[in-house]
């Protein structure tokens, strides 16, 4: 296993609510090498979050892990228990949120809440810990860094507060990065800059990022491999390349229509995925993506499709593509 | 900062003069006066008496006297209790419900506190379940049933505590349990529901994924926040508990200012009514000025005005 | 990735790969019922044990102090000859005879008191004033405060400001001041009042304390109402939608009716009744100092109040109002717990 630092075998993971088991992942299936970037896509509640959080063992209250086996770094996570997993979150395996206006501790300051960090996961004494997080402040591109540790965080704007919780992210130079829609509450010329900063970073240290997005656009520009999630299940999985040019799921085509193109004539329209996400607490028997789906076919709404693969690293589960393989081999008879 | 205090300060002596003034007005309105319900007394005599007081004068004249004394720090004589000024009664009455209310917001901070954090950490459990349900049983019921319970209870049929007076620190149970009741049950309640708030903010996922342990997440990240509703609680909670209760002093027969407070309403004791009034006006006033700057000091993002 | 997607275990025909038609796929679409926001809260609030307990003690409360007396053979006036001081169940010598005789007399569940009223009635009149007191108290709050702060907060500015200095003031004042020194002050008025003016009679029956107590409830507890309305009317003032509704052209009135009232009624409705226990609590207090109910009208507190010297002999006297006020605060105040949960929208996971 030691190929892969982070290697997800069939994650099964379901929460348990009052109104029944929502079953937020179905045998999700994820590998990453050191220093790739992979990118998570999907639609909100298609489990791309809850995936990057187990890794960190931060599964939310009614959440529970159900099977499958999560490596990651010779570690196998679903077997630690909570004391040894606090030795590898923020140290081994970081994470940056959504919304950077909430993630900070408001009653703290930025440099307590950066040396935090460091005097946990090192034997650095508090001037040490300081000296750090002044570099890691440089690093992250802020300027007058002094100031800043001394600042509270709503004295910062948003772009400066996400640059904030890269630098915590990164405080132990971490092997792996989980960047949770990172710069989906932030502007625009903003987000250019904090992806253009994340890319800067992964070259400097050389450490390996799950990019999880609505945005398909962001992923093209950094990802080397992208995962696409629907209905809690990884419905296609390839390069980008594989995936932008080549998609063999639906629901991936689907996703790529709907971006604007700078190629896009005037009088074409972007065509939207039509429908709403599936109900994850009653999941439909078949392909999850039937129901919305142009070219759903009848054993499409009965049986979940197998995965079909093209070459090594891309594989789909789509019974389209089984279609042209069984029309294949009745020719042959 | 000094700016603000003095700002604080000029509004506070705003406030007490407005209360003040309404307090006298509204007293002297009544019908009635100190000297009406001694039937003993004759006429001539209640006409010396209130010229002795300067009652006989004009409300006006009356008020302005007032006021200019009480601003130079004169608060005049008991009209009832001869030969003793109102500032002597407020300083022996005060310390003895000081004493007693004091203990007591410091076992409802010390017991409603840890309680209600508990209460929002099992969330859902028997725990939260059994201290939610003392807490509500806590602030519905009334302090003289609490107070006349207890009596009945372990002075009349057990006797195994003293009834009334504060001699020794056995008699001090009763009294402060009576009166820590309900502040208990409502900081468990505000502690609960503020935590619960806190628990579900977004940074306090980040101080779990930094790897931050429980404790040090509960302590550092989560308390500070939650305790903020409790702090602007217990401000004022604790100038109205040291200034006495009617019941418990009542019913314990404990000689403090709230019995007093009730005897000279009662008894029309005007400059005594005054006196406790402005005491208790200056003391909230106070407590809120303390739990503003205590407020700025949790929390960064708040802005003195 | 080496597997072999191709080993069959499923039999597949070549119809499986037909196209499947629209009423197909819509057949897997299983839509969840969409709620709105009132029937979803009703709907939370009947799962709710406790909450649903409470009302139905609420109701049992309701029925025994509003419609049981009517129905029962003693009266909270009455004084029965010989039977002072009587224990629960138990008969005075003429009615143990008559009993002899072959009369059926009604028990005194709860004994009777030094006077030889049936306690009984007494506790049921007790809480029906209490609950009168709590209600009544409770609309005059309602009114005043809500007016007070949606105006406070609608105005904003200097209005604002010297509204809400005026509540601080009246926070200051020691309530149980302004409680003795007004209903000295309008006993007399009100006295007149009821004995000369027609159709005021029940001003005297009812007791010019009870009207003060409204009328203090009036004049100072509407204040932590006034604080609540104005700062969720400010909060909806500067909310999203209602600048987005502003921005589309809704006007002032439509805005209020619309957007400002049905978001504020949720919690309107919760504090409300909230403040129903608080009264009662208050009222109890009151009647206890001996500032509450004429005589010889009970309320739940003046019937503690007065069981409180005879304790060590006749403690039931004491117990059953003691433990029915609290009964009746408890219940408001899980019932109101339970509103809030089932509409507080904050709340909602």
């Known amino acids: ?333 | ?305 | 990735m080496k597997e072999n997607p191709l080993s069959f275990q499923l039999k597949l025909k070549p119809e499986d790969f037909l196209p499947a038609t629209e009423e197909e796929k819509q057949s897997q679409v299983i839509m969840r019922e969409s709620v709105g926001f009132w029937k979803d809260g009703f709907r939370r609030l009947r799962k709710n044990k406790v909450a649903m307990v409470s009302l139905v003690v609420i109701i049992l409360v309701m029925i025994f102090s509003f419609i049981v007396p009517s129905f029962y053979p003693y009266t909270y006036k009455e004084q029965i000859k010989g039977a002072n001081n009587l224990a629960p169940m138990e008969y005075s010598q003429e009615e143990q005879a008559r009993i002899d005789a072959g009369e059926s007399v009604f028990p005194h569940i709860f004994g009777t008191d030094k006077m030889g009223r049936d306690y009984a009635i007494r506790v049921m009149m007790g809480s029906r004033i209490s609950l009168l007191v709590g209600l009544i108290a409770t609309a005059i709050i309602l009114v005043i405060g809500s007016a007070y702060g949606s105006i406070a907060a609608f105005f904003g500015g200097t209005v604002d400001l010297v509204m809400m200095r005026i509540v601080d003031i009246i926070y200051t004042i020691p309530d149980i001041l302004l409680i003795v020194l007004l209903s000295f002050t309008l006993k007399v008025p009100l006295t007149t009042l009821g004995e000369s003016v027609p159709g005021f009679h029940w001003v005297n029956i009812v007791g010019e304390n009870l009207i003060s107590i409204f009328i203090v409830f009036a004049l100072l507890y509407w204040v932590g109402m006034a604080r609540m309305v104005r700062s969720q009317v400010l909060m909806l003032k500067e909310s999203e939608y209602v600048t987005a509704a502003r921005a589309l052209g809704v006007g002032n009135g439509r805005i209020i009716k619309k957007h400002l009232l049905t978001n504020c009624i949720g919690t309107l409705i919760v504090t409300t009744t909230l403040q129903i226990p608080s009264s009662i609590f208050t009222e109890s207090f009151l009647s206890f100092l001996g500032l509450g109910v004429a005589v010889p009208l009970p309320s739940l507190g003046s019937l503690a109040s007065d069981a409180v010297n005879g304790m060590q002999t006749y403690p039931y006297l004491l117990f059953i109002p003691a433990l029915l006020i609290s009964l009746i605060i408890l219940s408001f105040n899980l019932f109101g717990d339970g509103l809030r949960d089932a509409f507080d929208p904050k709340l909602k996971n």
């Not at chain 2, 009334?142 to 009834?163: D, E, N, R």
């Not at chain 2, 303390?290 to 700025?296: G, L, S, T």
């Open chain 1, 1 to 333: 296993m030691a190929e892969y630092l982070v290697d997800i075998k069939n994650e099964r993971l379901s929460f348990f609510t009052p109104a029944g088991e929502v079953k937020a992942l179905n045998d999700v299936s994820i590998q990453l090498k050191e220093g790739e970037v992979l990118g998570i896509v999907g639609e909100s509640g298609s489990g791309k979050s809850v995936t990057a959080y187990s890794l960190m063992g931060l599964t939310a209250h009614p959440g529970k892990l159900l099977g499958g086996e999560l490596h990651f770094n010779g570690h196998q996570i679903e077997k630690m228990t909570d004391k040894e997993m606090r030795k590898i979150r923020g140290n081994e395996i970081s994470i940056i949120f959504q919304d950077p206006m909430t993630s900070l501790n408001p009653v703290y300051t930025i440099g307590n809440q950066i040396t935090e960090v460091i005097k946990l996961h090192t034997d650095k004494d508090s001037k040490q810990a300081k000296a750090r997080a002044k570099e890691l402040l440089e690093l992250v591109g802020i300027n007058e860094p002094d100031k800043r540790l001394k600042q509270y965080p709503h004295e910062l704007s948003g772009g400066m507060r996400q640059r904030v919780m890269i630098a915590i992210a990164l405080a132990c130079e971490p092997k792996l990065l989980i960047a949770d829609e990172p710069t989906t509450a932030l502007d625009v010329t903003i987000q250019a800059q904090i992806l253009e900063l994340m890319m800067e970073l992964k070259d400097k240290l050389g450490m390996a990022i799950i990019m999880i997005t609505h945005d398909l656009g962001v992923v093209a520009s950094m990802c080397e491999r992208i995962a696409v999630m629907y209905a809690g299940r990884i419905v296609e999985y390839g390069t980008t390349d594989d995936i932008f040019y080549h998609p063999k799921h639906q629901y991936t085509k689907g996703l790529i229509r709907s971006i604007p193109r700078l190629d896009t004539k005037e009088h074409e329209r972007l065509i939207p995925i039509e429908g709403t996400p599936v109900d994850l607490l009653n999941p439909p028997e078949g392909c999850p993506f039937a129901p919305r789906c142009d070219a759903a076919m009848k054993i499409c709404l009965r049986e979940m499709p197998p995965v079909s693969a093209f070459g090594d690293v891309h594989y789909t589960q789509c019974w389209l593509n089984q279609k042209e393989e069984f029309e294949k081999g009745a020719s042959h008879e």
């Open chain 2, 1 to 305: 900062m000094a700016k603000y205090i003095v700002k604080r300060i000029l509004l506070a002596i705003v406030t007490i003069w407005a209360v003040a003034t309404l307090t006298f007005f509204l007293m002297n309105l009544v019908p009635g006066g100190p000297f009406l319900s001694e039937k003993a007394i004759s006429p001539q005599a209640q006409a010396a008496l209130e010229a002795k007081y300067g009652l006989d004068k004009p409300m006006f004249q009356r008020y302005l006297n007032y006021v200019t004394s009480a601003a130079h720090g004169d608060f005049g004589d008991s009209l009832k209790q001869r030969g003793r000024t109102v500032m002597s009664i407020i300083t022996m009455k005060f310390p003895v419900s000081a004493r007693v209310g004091g203990l007591s917001v410091l076992v409802s901070l010390t017991l409603g506190i840890p309680l209600g954090c508990i209460a929002a950490l099992k969330r859902g459990k028997v725990t939260d379940s059994v201290i939610s349900v003392v807490a509500t049983c806590g602030i519905a019921v009334p302090s003289f049933v609490i107070c006349t319970v207890m009596m009945y209870f372990f002075g009349v049929k057990l006797g195994v505590l003293p009834t009334m007076g504060l001699e020794t620190a056995k008699h001090y149970i009763m009294p402060v349990t009576a009166l820590s009741f309900y502040p208990t049950a409502y900081i468990m309640r505000l502690m609960r529901s503020s935590m619960l708030d806190v628990l579900g903010q977004d940074y306090m996922r980040t101080a779990r994924a930094k790897g931050l342990a429980g404790g040090k997440i509960l302590f550092k990240h989560a308390l500070r926040n939650a305790i903020l509703p409790v702090v602007t609680y217990v401000g004022p909670m604790l100038a109205y508990t040291i200034t006495g209760s009617f019941v418990v002093e009542k019913i314990f027969v404990i000689p403090g200012l709230g019995g007093e407070f009730i005897k000279a309403i009662n008894g029309r004791d005007y400059t005594l009514i005054m006196g406790t009034t402005i005491f208790l006006a200056t003391l909230v006033i106070v407590m809120n000025v303390i739990v503003d700057i205590i407020y700025k000091i949790v929390d960064p993002r708040i802005k003195l005005k």
